[in-house]
C-alpha cells in the first residue's frame, strides 16, 4: 500500500513537471545545449538538406539579418534595456529562441528556391546582380568591425548569400506564377511553401544550432 502512495505522488510530481513544461515553454526542460562561439564553429554541419550538408557559416547572414530586424524592434520596446524584449515569451518560445528558428527556416526556404533556379538555369541578370550586391555592402557597413569579427565570414561570402537570396527570390517570383498562386504564397510561413516544403527531407543538428544565441552573435549587449 505504502509503494501504490508513493507511486502515485511521483506521478503527481511528474505531471506538474510536463504541466510546467508546457505553460512556459520546453526551453527551461531537458539537458542544456551549451552555448557556442558563433565564429568558432563556422565549419561545423548544422543542417542537411535533401542530401546536401551545409556548414554554420552558409547560415550567418540569416543569423545577422534576424539579429538586426530583433533588434530595432527590441529598442523600441526598451531603448535602455534591448535584452528585455529578447527575452521575452511570445507563442510558447523566448524571443531569441524565435528569431533562431525563423532564421532557419528562411534560410532553407532560400537554399529549397535556388536549387530549383539551378534546375531551372535561371540566372540574375545584371541590374539584380548590382542590386544584391548594393545590399550586401550596405549591410556589411552597417553592422561594423565589431560585428564582422564576431561573425565570422568575409564580405565576399555575405555577397554570396545575398545573390544566392536573390536568385531564390527570383524562382519563388516564377513558381508562384506557374501555380497561378500570389508571390507571397510561397514566402517561408505561406500555406504553399509549406505544401512544398513536404516533398524535401531536412534534419538540423541541434547541438550546434541550439547553441546560437541569437541578440548575442553580432550584437554587443
Not at 545584371?126 to 549591410?139: M, P
Not at 506564377?177 to 509549406?194: P, R, S
Amino acid at each position: 500500500m505504502r509503494e501504490h502512495h508513493i507511486a502515485q505522488r511521483i506521478g503527481r510530481c511528474l505531471a506538474a513537471v510536463l504541466l510546467v513544461c508546457a505553460l512556459f515553454g520546453l526551453e527551461g526542460c531537458g539537458p542544456r545545449i551549451k552555448t557556442i562561439t558563433f565564429n568558432e564553429h563556422l565549419d561545423d554541419t548544422v543542417l542537411e538538406l535533401d542530401g546536401q550538408k551545409y556548414p554554420l557559416r552558409e547560415l550567418a547572414f540569416y543569423v545577422a539579418y534576424e539579429e538586426q530586424i530583433i533588434q530595432e524592434q527590441a529598442l523600441v520596446y526598451d531603448a535602455s534595456n534591448p535584452n528585455a524584449y529578447w527575452n521575452t515569451h511570445i507563442n510558447g518560445h523566448f524571443m531569441r529562441v524565435q528569431a533562431r528558428d525563423e532564421a532557419m527556416s528562411q534560410a532553407i526556404h532560400d537554399l529549397i528556391f535556388y536549387g530549383m533556379a539551378g534546375e531551372l538555369g535561371m540566372e540574375l541578370d545584371q541590374d539584380e546582380i548590382d542590386y544584391a550586391t548594393g545590399r550586401s555592402e550596405d549591410f556589411w557597413m552597417d553592422l561594423g568591425e565589431k560585428a564582422q569579427k564576431r561573425l565570422g565570414i568575409t564580405q565576399e561570402e555575405l555577397t554570396e548569400d545575398l545573390l544566392r537570396m536573390a536568385l531564390a527570390q527570383k524562382c519563388q517570383q516564377l513558381y508562384a506564377a506557374m501555380q497561378d498562386a500570389l508571390e507571397e504564397d510561397y514566402n517561408a510561413d505561406g500555406a504553399a511553401y509549406e505544401t512544398l516544403l513536404e516533398a524535401h527531407t531536412y534534419k538540423i543538428r541541434d547541438r550546434i544550432w541550439e547553441g546560437v544565441s541569437m541578440g548575442h552573435v553580432t550584437l554587443d549587449q
